[in-house]
């Protein structure tokens, strides 16, 4: 009986060792031979890649990223909106309810005149960032116009708007101009160019709105000339949609936008965006 009992007992451990052996080889296939990856560290990567697999699906089907790059002075930066948006952050918002993604890297800078833009479009830094944009959005020259005859402060008391000061920044603005444009297409030859139109923020203040009307329509003309000779660049207007109602979309200072007035600059923009972008 117990020469049994000790065979019974040596084939139990040889049956136990064999599961042993077969079980630890089993797990080292598993895991290879360096035995970097636990069974539990590698449950958990096929659960990621399973979990992953659908966010990359959709990813797939997402529509191409698009950025945008928003050059200019306090109209760019948003000045007057108390969302701090702009028409920069409105377009951003329209395109992104249509399903279009963007990023947007917005370079405005309050109080900016056209010489100084230049020389930002000029810089490598600014290189740099163009040359990636599917979409460039510009707004200068309120500040030039403005500041040719001292400041708001005194267009605002003046009786008249002083016309050879004026003329002769429209003169130095249009030269500007053409600069910045030729430096952007030479950092970006393709992208859309949307250059905002110049309005009057003064209707009914300045004792001569006619004459600032003509002089406005002068400048504006003369910028769409500019804006032509580039590829794929437009102006587009904006002089008409405050006309008449810049007691409801200016904000308090009478010369920027409010929240209403920049997203109307908004609307007007997504109008003219290329049916690429849309």
């Not at 163009?130 to 500040?143: E, M, Y």
């Not at 952007?184 to 004459?211: C, H, M, Q, W």
């Not at 209403?260 to 923009?269: D, F, V």
């Amino acid at each position: 009986m117990k020469n049994k009992s000790w065979s019974w007992r040596i084939v139990s451990t040889l049956a136990l060792l064999s599961a042993l052996i077969f079980g630890v080889g089993f797990v080292m296939a598993i895991i290879g031979p360096k035995g970097t990856t636990s069974a539990a560290e590698m449950t958990d990567t096929l659960q990621q890649k399973n979990d992953a697999a659908p966010a990359a699906a959709a990813t797939a089907q997402n529509p191409q990223t698009y950025p945008i790059v928003a050059l200019g002075d306090s109209l760019t930066k948003g000045v007057g909106d108390k969302n701090g948006k702009g028409y920069v952050g409105y377009l951003k918002d329209k395109l992104d309810q249509q399903g279009r993604s963007v990023s947007v890297q917005n370079l405005g800078v309050s109080g900016l005149e056209s010489p100084e833009l230049l020389k930002t479009v000029q810089s490598a830094g600014t290189k740099s960032i163009l040359k990636d944009a599917k979409l460039i959005l510009i707004s200068i020259g309120g500040n030039d116009m403005t500041h040719s005859v001292g400041d708001i402060s005194q267009i605002l008391t003046s009786a008249s708007i002083d016309e050879t000061k004026f003329l002769t920044a429209q003169e130095r603005y249009t030269k500007n101009l053409d600069g910045i444009l030729k430096s952007v297409r030479t950092s970006n030859p393709d992208a859309p160019i949307l250059v905002v139109g110049t309005y009057n923020p003064f209707e009914g203040i300045v004792e001569d709105t006619a004459k600032m009307n003509a002089l406005l329509d002068g400048w504006n003309a003369n910028a769409i000339t500019v804006v032509q000779k580039y590829p794929n660049a437009k102006v587009v207007p904006t002089f008409d949609i405050f006309e008449w109602n810049t007691d409801r979309l200016l904000a308090g200072d009478h010369f920027h936008p409010n929240e209403n007035g920049y997203e109307k600059m908004a609307e007007r923009l997504l109008q003219a965006l290329p049916k690429s972008i849309l």
